[in-house]
């Protein structure tokens, strides 16, 4: 059974459900992972990249620019 949970309950998000939560898209987030290689507000899980949601948020408070 799948539990349905809200995003600003979860420790990571996918970056489908990040796009969502942070009215961003979903392109400029792989971007953002892909522009910054040592950055700690994502992981990969194998090949599924994983926005830990409070280390991304902070991210973008610090952000001028998106």
Known sequence: MKENV???DR???TIEEAAR???LG???IRQMTEENPNAD???MN???CLIKRKLFEQ???A???V
Do not use: C, P, Q, W
């Open 41 to 43: 507000f994502y992981f």
């Open 26 to 28: 979903e392109k400029k």
């Open 6 to 8: 809200n995003y600003s």
């Open 21 to 23: 939560y942070f009215h």
């Open 11 to 13: 420790y990571v998000l």
């Open 46 to 48: 194998g090949n599924r």
């Open 63 to 65: 952000a001028t620019v």
């Open 59 to 61: 991210y973008i408070d």
